[in-house]
């Protein structure tokens, strides 16, 4: 388990307000997430389910995030 710090989040806290919202990135997700799903294939079918769970847990966190 990581030990409970306090993170200086002013950064991603500014990328939020000049590039796009949680729920804006979060949906960026989603289309990345399907359009990488169109080049899957079986020679890097695992490589992509590693991704997929990457990606669902930056997903979860963002649609947390209150405006």
Do not use: H, R
């Not at 990135?25 to 997929?52: G, R």
């Amino acid at each position: 388990m990581i030990p409970n710090k306090q993170y200086d989040l002013s950064e991603l806290n500014k990328f939020f307000n000049e590039v796009g919202t949680p729920k804006q990135i979060a949906s960026e997700l989603v289309n990345l997430l399907f359009n990488y799903a169109s080049c899957v294939d079986e020679d890097n079918l695992e490589v992509f389910k590693a991704d997929v769970g990457t990606i669902y847990v930056l997903y979860n966190e963002l649609t947390k995030i209150e405006e």
